[in-house]
Structure formats: C-alpha cells, structure tokens
C-alpha cells in the first residue's frame, strides 16, 4: 500500500537540549513549541517487494546517518504492523532546510505519518509521535501540530507529544528571517551534558515549561514569547559552552534581535527566537506582522510569514 503525508515544521519555545538516550532519542526533559504554516514537508511511502529500502529527500537519495535516522522510523513501523517488505521513500520541502527552519521534525512526522498509513496501522496521534520521536525528537510534536508539549520519558508510553489548548493559535503571526548556515543539531544534542551550563539548565527548565503551559492556557502572548526568547538564550548559553564550542549566530541574527528590540521599545509585540541556527524567527500579533516584516526586510534578510500550522495529515497528491 502507498501513503502520503504532509506535516509542519516546528518552532521551539521551549527547547530540549541532550537526550538521555539516544538510540530511542528519548530527551532528558519535557519540551513545547509550535508548528508553523503553510511550510509543509510532503512525504509518500510505499511497501514494495524490493531487495532494500529506498530512501530520497529532495530529490537525494540519502545514505549514511540520515539513512539510520529514516530506518529507525521505518523498523518501528515494521514492527508494530508485522510488515516485513522494504519501502520506497520520496520526501520534499517547500521551504529551505538545514538552516534552523525544524526541517527534521516536518520530515519525520511526515515519514511516520504516511508509513503507518501504507502499513495499515490504525494508531492516535500521540501513538504515531512516540514513532516520529524515533527519527527526531522535535517531530513528535509536528505529529500534533499547532501548540504541542512532548512529555519526557523512558519508553513509547510516556514518552509521546499531545497538543496544547490555546487562544493564541489565531492571534499569532511568525516572520521567518533566512540565515542560510549549515547547523549540526545531532552534534550539539551529543555532547550536551559536557557543557558546564548543562546542569544549571536543568534547573530551571522545569519551571520554564510550567510557565509556558500557564502563560498558553492563559493566552498571554507577552508571557509567552518572552520566554521563548529567554529559552533561545539559554539553549545558546549551553551549546556554546560545550567541547566544541558551537556558535550558530551570524552577524545577520544579531542584528535581527536588536531590531526587534528596538520595535518592542516603540510598542510592537515583537519577541525574536532561535532554535540550533542562525536563522530567526519573530512572533509578533496579526496587527504588527506587516511593521516587524518591514524592519527584517530593510536588513536585507530574506522573510516568509507563516500562521499556526495544524498535525500531520493524509492527502492524496503522491509524490510517485
């Protein structure tokens, strides 16, 4: 059977940084973020009688540690549906990957998505995130979309992402601000916990994320992104102080967090974030997104302007 898939990217708002173990890519803590629309990655599955899997993403056929990330999805998938064929896989993008954007998080909701589709798994939401978690923890939330919270765990059960009620789903416009600069997340989440800022991130994360459920429920677009901007801080404080020393930021991202600033001095809701790259993103409101655009463009930094995107889907525009 073939399946297609399209899921979101994410943007984190609370980050996890490290994993516990990284086989099952179980993170060391609970971790929030939001999907955002309509960047979307579009995935189609197919068990074939073939002699191996089959796996391209943008037009690549990808091999090596990409390829062992795609099978640790796909051999869950085989697993639970007692499916012993190999897949043809084809993935694309419609917006740039590797450059801070969660690109990894829309492929593997997308893959996990349309795999246990085309295996004739019938599984929930959180079911299908605790098998996307497999390929990246971040996509575990793009399972299910919009405002999602990926508990931490030791296992499937517990270690799953549900989605977050919120009044801010409509009010919340995001400027994606285009660094183009290679990332290394894997390497970063890898050396973690040799960070001396690791531990005192922990110590406070867990208040972090009660904050961030408290400010959603609430739907205070101030709290919230506030915090968000103080975690992008934080996960950059520890990523640096790690033993290879990872600086993501660009001259470009600098400048982009001083302009918006500057906008928030004048009044705007405007509140700057980053993941593990020079990228940026700007959580403003459905009335300042054309002002704060404006000022990104004046940079000279490409821009896009995305809404909140909703869980990964089943659609019928197939890839093959």
């Known amino acids: 059977m073939k399946a297609t898939a399209v899921a979101h990217p994410i943007e984190g708002l609370v980050k996890y940084h490290g994993m516990s173990d990284h086989d099952l890519r179980l993170p060391y803590h609970d971790s929030i973020s939001v999907c955002t629309a309509p960047s979307r990655t579009r995935t189609t599955v197919q068990f074939e009688e073939r002699e191996t899997d089959r796996y391209v993403v943008d037009g690549e056929v990808v091999t090596g540690q990409g390829a062992e990330r795609i099978r640790s ?114 390497a970063a989440h890898d050396e973690a916990e040799a960070s001396h800022m690791f531990e005192a991130r922990m110590a406070h994360i867990h208040e972090q994320l009660q904050t961030m459920r408290d400010a959603l429920r609430e739907a205070d677009f101030g709290r919230a992104f506030e915090l968000a901007e103080h975690d992008s801080l934080s996960l950059a404080a520890t990523t640096m102080t790690g033993p290879a020393g990872w600086v993501y930021w660009q001259p470009e991202t600098l400048e982009i967090f001083e302009t918006v600033r500057d906008l928030r001095e004048e009044g705007v809701d405007a509140y700057y974030s980053t993941d593990t790259g020079a990228s940026v993103y700007v959580n403003t409101t459905e009335e300042d997104v054309d002002r704060v655009q404006a000022a990104i ?6 821009t896009r302007v995305w809404e909140v995107g909703g869980p990964a889907r089943i659609v019928d525009d197939a890839l093959f």
């Open 73 to 186: 999805v796909v051999d869950r998938v085989r697993e639970l549906a007692d499916e012993d064929r190999r897949i043809r896989m084809e993935s694309e993008s419609n917006f740039p990957t590797n450059i801070g954007f969660g690109s990894s998080a829309s492929g593997f909701a997308a893959l996990a998505r349309a795999a246990c589709e085309a295996a004739g798994l019938d599984l929930d939401r959180p079911s299908v995130s605790a098998i996307a978690r497999r390929g990246s923890a971040s996509a575990a939330r793009a399972v299910t979309g919009a405002f999602s919270d990926l508990s931490a765990g030791l296992n499937d059960e517990d270690c799953r992402s549900h989605r977050l009620a919120t009044d801010l789903e409509d009010e919340l416009r995001i400027v994606g601000c285009e660094v183009p600069a290679f990332k290394h997340t894997q």
């Open 297 to 302: 463009d004046d940079l000279g930094v490409p």
